[in-house]
């Protein structure tokens, strides 16, 4: 079994920047295809971030995210991160990360998730 642990959340006004990480508990390089970045907000359902494959320079992105977000790798550390910039009220919600075994933007085809981690935006 593979532990995912996200940090790096909290509180930030509106235009303001957050990083959040992912630091897997054993190697997800070579094993799984991509890890993801997903969110959810209090009564809506989970919707994909972004995405980044770990064998490869493919990054996926939301419409909503992109150009303000940006996910990259550290093999060697085994940890995903998320650049979080121009944050509006509307990107609150839990964060989480994923392992995903094949290229996939579903929730339907995770493999591990986080826990999450808390992202509230202020107006």
């Known amino acids: 079994q593979v532990q995912l642990v996200e940090s790096g959340g909290g509180l930030v006004q509106a235009g303001g920047s957050l990083r959040l990480s992912c630091a897997a508990s054993?190697?997800?390089?070579?094993?799984?295809?991509?890890m993801n970045w997903f969110r959810q907000a209090p009564g809506k359902e989970r919707e994909f971030v972004a995405g980044?494959?770990?064998?490869?320079?493919?990054?996926y992105y939301a419409d909503s995210v992109k150009g303000r977000f940006t996910i990259s790798r550290d093999s060697a550390k085994n940890t995903v991160y998320l650049q979080m910039n121009s944050l509006k009220p509307e990107d609150t919600a839990v964060y989480y990360c994923?392992?995903?075994?094949?290229?996939?933007?579903?929730?339907?085809?995770?493999?591990?998730w986080g826990k999450g981690t808390l992202v509230t935006v202020s107006s």
């Open positions: 994923a392992a995903v075994s094949s290229i996939t933007t579903r929730t339907s085809g995770v493999d591990y």
């Open positions: 054993e190697r997800t390089f070579s094993t799984y295809a991509m």
């Open positions: 980044a494959s770990w064998s490869g320079v493919r990054t």
